[in-house]
Nanobody
Framework: VQLQASGGGSVQAGDSLRISCRVS????????VGWFRQAPGKEREFVAA????????YDEDSVKGRFTIARDNAKNTVYLQMNSLKPEDTAVYSC????????????????WGQGTQVTVSS
């Protein structure tokens, strides 16, 4: 299983950005893809996740109402639409695949893609 993240960049506070995570390889019939982020000097934290095939989504409180996770089944791609970005959203965002829906602990995710940098300036 391989995951490839893309779409990061530098934006101003209040702007929007969409990052993508393409999943390839042999996966189980049901799994979950999550986004995590890590800012300099801080621990990695859960952002949002979406299950396959059910499409169940869940996210972290600080991004509720601003970030939306979605998927394109035909493209095997998960998107994280980030609106109303704040400087505190600045981090390296990484996507990961796990097997347990509802899981928020990064240790429970088995496969990881490379990170993509998101920088929000005030």
């Amino acid at each position: 299983v391989q995951l490839q993240a893309s779409g990061g960049g530098s934006v101003q506070a209040g702007d929007s950005l969409r990052i993508s995570c393409r999943v390839s390889g042999r996966t189980r019939s049901s799994f979950v893809v999550g986004w995590f982020r890590q800012a300099p000097g801080k621990e990695r934290e859960f952002v949002a996740a979406i299950s396959w095939p059910g499409g169940y989504t869940y996210d972290e409180d600080s991004v509720k109402g601003r970030f939306t996770i979605a998927r394109d089944n035909a493209k095997n791609t998960v998107y994280l639409q980030m609106n109303s970005l704040k400087p505190e959203d600045t981090a390296v965002y990484s996507c990961a695949l796990g097997l347990r829906v509802g899981e928020r602990r990064w240790e429970a995710y088995n496969y990881w893609g490379q990170g993509t940098q998101v920088t929000v300036s005030s």
